[in-house]
């Protein structure tokens, strides 16, 4: 008696559905696949003999409610997705799809939260705990992240973004917990792994998106209550290869208060877009100086050009802080120099 639908494993859909989307099609599938993936799927595709148009027909109709209903989630996240899937397929093919989703699928956490406005968010959880709010925009693109900090009242900003920088690993309770108390609807989708989330790298990023006068004021802040923390913030905030968002002038100011010995160190190991950018604002003469200097001063030691480097960047956020120059930002000030 032939297998029904659901005695399928899931390979096994899998390599029926690459069989009737054919090579073409299927030899594109695999391009995003892992090696091991692939091993599978071609030993289940070799080992299939044949399948009936019915089942075929099924294996392709799960196929595209799953996609529906992964396109919904993205839109709108898994609530959205559910409502429009029940509209769609009906309340019982609808939650069996949602059902595959949750074993299949991981939804980011606060998913609900992406699609809303900024300023509705910043009314949604200003008065939660620091903590909390921390948690919640560890998950956010940080455009949106910034958003909500830099409206954060300034006492609070600084806690916030030193909770996000030192946060390393959340329990799914404690994350399930925040977002059954933003959202009762939401069914979380949290895999039960803990979530590594935060973490000085998240807040770097959403510092480098604030206004320039938010992120003065926090690491102002840090630099008083968390010097170390601050320190590894503000490293991380400007790399020497940043200094390719400058214009020519910006870069000319910076060169101008560098020393020649130490921006031939810092450049031995500068990729080429980097070196052609400091060349084209140095003179003829003084680039060929250093372009000699860098060939005749032999190996040199990766920690004397990080130094260097670290020397340069430095000076950069000194001339930004005293407004000589300004570094453009993704969604604060304008580059005017």
Not at 36 to 64: G, M
Not at 281 to 286: A, D, H, I, W, Y
């Amino acid at each position: 008696m032939p297998k029904s639908i659901s005695e399928y494993k899931g390979v096994e859909k899998a390599s029926i559905l690459l069989i009737a989307l054919g090579p073409e099609k299927s030899s594109q599938i695999f391009k995003h696949l892992k090696d091991e993936e692939i091993e599978q799927l071609t030993l289940e595709i070799a080992n299939t003999r044949s399948v009936s148009p019915e089942i075929k027909d099924e294996v392709l109709d799960e196929f595209y409610d799953i996609c529906l209903a992964q396109q919904y989630i993205s839109e709108g996240g898994i609530n959205y997705a559910k409502d429009l899937l029940e509209k769609a397929l009906g309340p019982e093919r609808a939650q069996g799809v949602i059902g595959k989703l949750t074993a299949s699928l991981q939804v980011r956490p606060f998913e609900f939260v992406r699609k809303t406005d900024a300023g509705q968010l910043l009314n949604f959880i200003q008065d939660e705990h620091p903590q909390t709010i921390a948690l919640i925009l560890s998950y956010l693109p940080p455009a949106q992240s910034a958003a909500v900090i830099s409206s954060l009242p300034p006492d609070k900003q600084s806690d916030v973004a030193k909770r996000i920088a030192q946060m390393d690993r959340t329990s799914p309770d404690v994350i399930k917990e925040v977002e059954n108390v933003l959202e009762k609807k939401l069914n979380s989708l949290v895999n039960q792994d803990y979530t590594i989330v935060g973490g000085v790298d998240a807040i770097v990023e959403i510092l480098n998106t604030v206004d320039r006068g938010t992120e003065k004021h926090i690491m102002e802040n840090l630099e008083i209550e968390e010097p170390e923390l601050a320190d590894e913030i503000r490293r991380k905030m400007f790399v020497f290869e940043d200094i390719l968002s400058l214009d020519d002038k910006s870069i000319q100011r910076v060169l101008r208060e560098v020393d020649n010995n130490d921006l031939a160190v810092a450049l031995k190991s500068a990729n080429e877009d980097v070196q052609t950018a400091i060349f084209n604002n140095l003179s003829k003469r003084l680039a060929t100086m250093i372009r000699e200097d860098m060939e005749f001063m032999g190996p040199v030691r990766l920690k004397d050009v990080e130094e260097a480097q670290q020397k340069i960047v430095n000076i950069i956020r000194k001339l930004e802080d005293s407004a000589e120059i300004i570094i453009s930002r993704g969604g604060g000030d304008e580059i005017v120099v």
